[in-house]
């Protein structure tokens, strides 16, 4: 259950004071090429007073075979009105895929831009939510991540700072129960890190086996710039931080299975950085080998997400065990020379980091300098197929009302499916709490038939404000022939901490005028593998902005 205290906060990208979105269709934000020199989290707002809440029924949103279920949902599985949600970060036990859990970033009253550490959990495969509060009360917090081990753990690494931003320190907590409760691990402030952070786990049955390592992006715990970082004891303890050659920010992070840690960001030009000896815990970890990618882009923040990023750069590795194993992949929303609006880049190395692919285009619409294709993230099922969505302006005659966007590929990215859209259309400017922004990504986690994910949207209308809420959905995505739509729900082991609603208590979304899509895609056969595209000239490092 929310706390009745209002919160809200916001994340502003700084170097340029970004106009802020007024209303619902105020014109856009100048896009600004990423990296900035900083990217810092302010505290604006106080708490807004404690108000009196309203309820309306969950918001369950259909869209042909695809169904997205509402996430920040009251102990009576209702919707808040007058609240707000985005920045969602999901997790997935892979011992039982029917518990889940989902991080963001939870504003209690869109009045104040006072944020704190949401979460919601799931034993049913996604069907049914509980969010019982925040990780702690009255707590300025954002940027959160959540991942799992081996064992289906779930930890959730949490940016908290105070009034007089004194501080930019992350910690880190651990579920054992599917993320019904948490116990904090590392101590207030910590686990270092800063903004912003990323994590991931070593499950390899390496030597550094349950190590977990974080990179941020320079405003941090310690000051010290660009920073990588590493706990050998589970989370409980961080070693001092190390400096990252070429100022790679944005990105995340991954280990292959030889226990090699790779990170991956935005410099003067992207970058893929290794470290070998990271899993050696009596070692200080160095970096070997940094590679500089062509993305056929850059990042971006403003435009469709005023104050916001446009997307982040998404690095993962192929553990699947076959052919394709340990295969790095790196995914984009990039700014492509000569535009102002968002693809989704692709990306990949098969020989360890030391060189990669030419770019390549996933979304497939035709070249539109209208159109946005941003947040795109992506994941890397078990046996090798890769996921990707995002959100997508194709269908909009306004070219800003967005849906989530669908595509696989089952031969390491050298082609991809046609792309399918998932959600219904929805307005990303509506539901602003105090902070023009919907976030700044959005994350999916794969299995064998299919994948899970996290996103925010504009669904729930408030009539006290009469315009739409920002909220996190969960939606499964699956290619043709994927199975269910979701895994068969199966009794949980462990008591929730409320009773199941019944999911027959939701509204209807408004009709959107967009396309009709296909129940299920179109089935395609599995190309023909062909060689690797030959790499295109690296560009000249240009200056950071």
């Not at 042909?64 to 969602?88: K, L």
């Not at 289906?152 to 019904?180: A, E, I, M, P």
């Not at 052919?323 to 790196?330: C, G, L, Q």
């Not at 008591?495 to 895609?521: C, F």
């Amino acid at each position: 259950m929310k706390s009745s205290e209002a919160s809200t906060a916001t994340l502003l990208v700084l170097v340029v004071s970004l106009p802020i979105l007024s209303t619902a269709s105020a014109q856009l934000a100048p896009v600004r090429r990423m990296p900035f020199a900083e990217h810092v989290e302010r505290y604006d707002n106080p708490l807004a007073p404690p108000r009196k809440l309203e309820t309306s029924p969950r918001m369950i949103s259909q869209f042909g075979v695809f169904t997205s279920y509402q996430v920040n949902v009251d102990a009576n599985h209702q919707n808040i009105i007058g609240d707000a949600a985005n920045e969602c970060v999901i997790a997935v036990d892979p011992t039982d895929l029917n518990k889940m859990t989902i991080g963001w970033r939870q504003f209690n009253d869109v009045g104040s831009n006072f944020r704190q550490g949401g979460w919601g959990y799931s034993t049913d495969a996604g069907l049914t939510w509980t969010f019982p509060g925040v990780l702690e009360n009255n707590v300025f917090r954002s940027d959160p991540v959540t991942k799992f081990n081996e064992t289906g753990n779930f930890f959730y690494l949490s940016l908290q700072s105070n009034v007089q931003q004194s501080f930019f320190c992350d910690d880190l907590w651990r579920s054992t129960n599917g993320g019904q409760s948490w116990t904090l691990l590392s101590g207030e402030r910590g686990a270092g890190g800063g903004d912003k952070q990323w994590f991931t786990i070593d499950q390899t049955n390496g030597p550094g086996h349950g190590f977990q390592y974080q990179a941020d992006d320079g405003i941090n715990c310690s000051g010290g710039g660009l920073q990588f970082q590493r706990s050998t004891d589970g989370g409980v303890t961080w070693q001092s931080p190390i400096s990252i050659p070429n100022g790679p920010v944005y990105g995340t992070l991954d280990v292959d299975t030889n226990g090699n840690v790779f990170v991956g960001g935005e410099g003067n030009t992207f970058y893929c950085i290794r470290s070998s000896n990271a899993q050696i815990g009596n070692q200080t970890p160095t970096f070997d080998h940094i590679t500089p990618v062509s993305m056929g882009g850059d990042l971006s923040s403003g435009g469709i997400n005023g104050v916001g990023l446009t997307g982040m750069l998404f690095l993962a590795v192929d553990r699947s065990g076959g052919p394709t194993n340990n295969n790095i992949y790196m995914l984009a929303s990039v700014v492509p020379s000569g535009r102002s609006t968002t693809d989704v880049m692709f990306v990949r190395s098969t020989d360890g980091g030391l060189t990669f692919s030419a770019p390549r285009k996933v979304n497939d619409d035709p070249v539109n300098p209208s159109k946005w294709h941003w947040f795109g993230t992506f994941s890397v099922a078990p046996n090798g197929r890769l996921d990707a969505v995002w959100y997508d302006t194709r269908n909009a005659a306004n070219n800003t009302d967005s849906q989530l966007f669908y595509s696989n590929s089952t031969d390491a990215g050298v082609t991809w499916s046609p792309n399918v859209a998932v959600s219904n259309s929805f307005n990303p400017f509506e539901g602003y709490p105090n902070q023009s922004k919907i976030g700044d990504y959005v994350t999916i986690v794969s299995d064998n038939t299919g994948g899970n994910v996290a996103y925010a949207a504009t669904f729930n209308f408030n009539p006290n404000r009469g315009q739409h809420e920002e909220d996190v959905y969960y939606v499964r995505v699956f290619p043709t022939g994927g199975g269910t739509p979701t895994p068969t729900p199966t009794a949980s082991p462990t008591a929730t901490a409320t009773a199941t609603a019944s999911p027959t208590a939701t509204q209807t979304p408004t009709a959107t005028a967009t396309p009709t899509p296909t129940d299920t895609p179109t089935p395609r056969p599995t190309p023909t593998p062909r060689s690797e595209p030959t790499p295109r000239p690296r560009p000249t490092p240009r200056p950071r902005l």
